[in-house]
């Protein structure tokens, strides 16, 4: 059986975790890159991530780690 994911519960991509996040597309990715950001999964082609993680990840997020 296929479980599915509430509408309330979107996909984002990088763009849209930045602008939730507010900062630069290339420090999502760059933070990504060494294991600090947010965990994205491969949907298809793209990455994304669901909202609920990625606001999980903003309450614990501390740019002064970086």
């Known amino acids: 059986m296929l479980s599915v994911a509430p509408v309330e519960d979107p996909w984002l991509n990088f763009e849209d975790v930045a602008l939730l996040a507010n ?8 933070l990504r890159h060494q294991k600090k950001g947010p965990e994205f999964r491969r949907v298809g082609k793209r990455l994304k991530i669901r ?3 990625a606001e999980k990840w903003l309450e614990n997020y501390d740019a002064s780690d970086d």
């Not at 900062?23 to 760059?30: A, E, F, K, N």
């Open 23 to 30: 900062m630069p597309v290339g420090t999502l990715r760059h």
């Open 51 to 53: 909202r609920s993680v």
